[in-house]
Structures are given as structure tokens and as C-alpha cells.
């Protein structure tokens, strides 16, 4: 009988089932139920509905996605710049193709597996009571942190699992549980709480909401009054699809037809510019319903996994889960993340910086959407697009430093890295203490 490759059983779990959000938030559905010592037929219905909810969010994403792609590329090829492309996928895909310094499949896996356990243990025993599911994020961290750790100081084998996985573990659960305290007052049955990657900017907004706003009610995104015909802008929308779509008219009329071309696939360039806006406003609210979906199953699910194994914990959700709480808010912070990240581009382009950190799909949405709702909730609008340019200025900045110390991302020149504000920020901080222990010069210049 052939032995068991446990490693190999380890991998196929973490790689095809636990970073699959809609399998993975699915068996937590499943888990909840069953503890719950629910009826088979109800177990599997919410098993199947929690998938189902999550797909139809993905096919909103990637809807997103196709539209910032696009837009992103097409301002790449504007500037005529060589540069860093930020995006997750792509990082943590092409980190797993190298073997040196160290197998980062192996060490990624092992630090997914063991950093859950932590964020349990955490989550079981201190006041921190967040368990965090979003999958998809918690592997790029996985990925990311031992890069950096090993290029600082060097560790490999169990130090560095151990190291790496306490750090992911804590961010796991620390900035959700600073975040549960805010948004348990507007998230009904303070049932869940924020479980992405932009924290920087959302913990920013609640903790300076009060000096944006006295009353962030009244100055609320979702209150502005239009006068006249201009009422149409209420319906987030309206005022979303009008919004997106002059922006990427904007940047198509300004680049011009020659760039644009390779992307429309033969339309007028201005027409294809214009159903990107709408295609984008359409994601989105593809996206709402399919969080509409699964929350109505993981939420009560869930409870069978806080009362019996996580007592009195909540769990940590995807961005989109938090888009209904303010829709135009949503577009307050993607705008001004958008804007801020575009400023910062041409600045390091600018000052002639050694590495251009383009922006990539993800954060263009992604960072300042859940950053325009918490900070319309914490300090009106005015707080929301303060921290959503602020963060898009961190993203930007901040990861044309990260991207020096992450190894083979860098010394191969594969011109990609991770797409949140977090790793930007938060990992940039990481690798400059590990670079200072180490004893190795920190790259905040980087000689290419």
C-alpha cells in the first residue's frame, strides 16, 4: 500500500479547496451547520447557496476586472514606462515557481495551515475574537511575509513558519477586531466584520471621523440632495455608471485612439470607453447580490462555529460585504484611491524613481471602496475621500519600496507584486525592521 504524502494531502486541501472562496466559504457554511446539528437537506442547501453566492460575486469581480485591466494597461502604455505591475494573483503565482532562496509552494502552505491555527488559538483565547475566512487574501500574505523575512534576516525551515505565520495570524486578527468595534453599530446584529487587505486606511477613518464630521449621518455620501433633474444622482446607479464612464472617457480621449485600439477589439475607441463604465457599474451590482446571497446562509452558519469552537467570535468577510452599507460612499473612495494612485504614478515617474509601481485592478476598487464606507460611516463623505486618496498615495508609494525586498519578485524583474494598500504599507514596515535586524541596508533607493 503506498504511503501517504501528507505534504502532498496538505497541498491539494490548501490549493484547490481553502484558497477557493466559494468551496471554502461553503465548508464554513457546512461546518457551522452541522454543529449546529441541522437537517441534512438544510446542511446541504446552505452549503450550496453559500457557493453559489460567492460565484455570482466572483463573476462581478470579474467583471471589475476585465474593465481595470484594460484601463491599466492602457495607461502603461501611455507613459511608455517600464514598471511594477501590481497584482496578487499574478505575485503569489509567480513566487510559487521558485525553488531559491527558498520553496516557496512548500513554505506558503505550510504557513497557511499553521497561521490558521494561530489565528484560532488567538481568536479562542484573548480578547480578540475574529476568525478571518477570506481565503484568497490570506494566501498572498502567506506568500509575501516569508519573501521579505528571508531576504531580511535570512530564516528558513521552522523559524521561518513559525515567524511568518504568528505575523499573519495577528493581522488576521488584530485590525478586523479594531474595525468590529466601529462597524458593529451600522452592520445589522453586528453579524460579521471586514476581512480584506486596506485596513491602514479604514482604521485611519474611524479613528479621525470626528474631526471630519460632528455628525457623520448628515454629511453622509448617501444624503447628498441633487437639485432638479440632477436627482437622477441619487440612485447610486445612476451616479455611479455616469461617473465611471466619463472617467474612462476621460482617460481614452486623453491617451487617444492608437493606445486604446489593441483593447476595443475593433469598436470606436470613445464607445468602447463608455460601455467600460457601464460594465464596471454592472460588476458591481452583480457583486451586491451575490453578498446578498451567501451572507443570508454563512451569517447564521457561523454560529455554530463561534458557540462551539470560537465562542463569541465573528467572522471576517470579504470586501464586497460591506458595499450595501453605503453605496455612493463606494464610489467617494474608489474615485479618490483612483485618483490619489494616479498622482503618485506620475510623481515617481517624476522624480525619476528607480521602480514605477503602476496601479493595479484590485486596489483601484477593491482598497477604496470598503475605504469610502467606513469612512463615510466614521466622518461623512469628506472623511471618505480623505482616506481613500491617502491610501491610494500609500499603495503606490509604499510598494514601489516593498518591492526591492521581496526577493526573487525583484532579482528576477518580473515587474509584479501585491495588489492592497496593507502589503504596501504594513509589509513595507515588516521588511524594514527584519532588513534593520538582519543588518542589511534598507532599499528605500533601489539600484537596479
Known sequence: MPELDILAIVNFLISQLFTQAPIFLGLI??????????????VFLG??????????????????????????????????????????QAAYGTLLMFKVPIDFAYYSSMIFAVGFIFMLIIARFTPFKVVYITGHMMLWWTSTVPSVINMGMGLTGAPLIVVSSLICALYWTIPPYILHKYDKEWIPGAAFTLGHCQYFGEIGAVWTGKFFSKDPKKDSAENIKFPGWMKIFSDHTVSMSLATAAFMLGISAFVGATVVAPYTGGMNYLVWAAMQGL????????????VRTFLGEITPAFKGISDRLVPGAVPALDCPTVFPYGPTAVLVGFLFDLSAQIIATLVLIGIRYPIILFPGPIPFFFDGAPIGVYGDKAGGWKCAAFWGFVSGLAFVFGGAML?????????????????????SVFITIIGWIVFLIGGKSLPIWPKL
Do not use: C, H
Open 403 to 423: 518591492y526591492p525586498m521581496t526577493g526573487p519578485l525583484f532579482t528576477e524583474r518580473t515587474g509584479i507584486l501585491t495588489s492592497n494598500t496593507d502589503q
Open 279 to 290: 460594465t464596471f457599474t454592472a460588476g458591481v451590482m452583480t457583486i451586491m447580490l451575490g
Open 47 to 88: 452549503f450550496l447557496k453559500t457557493m453559489l453566492g460567492v460565484i455570482v460575486l466572483n463573476i462581478g469581480t470579474g467583471a471589475i476586472w476585465g474593465v481595470v485591466t484594460s484601463m491599466a494597461g492602457i495607461t502603461s502604455k501611455a507613459f511608455g514606462v517600464a514598471g511594477v505591475f501590481a497584482d496578487d
Open 29 to 42: 457554511a457546512l461546518i457551522g451547520l452541522v454543529l449546529q446539528r441541522k437537517k441534512a437537506t438544510e
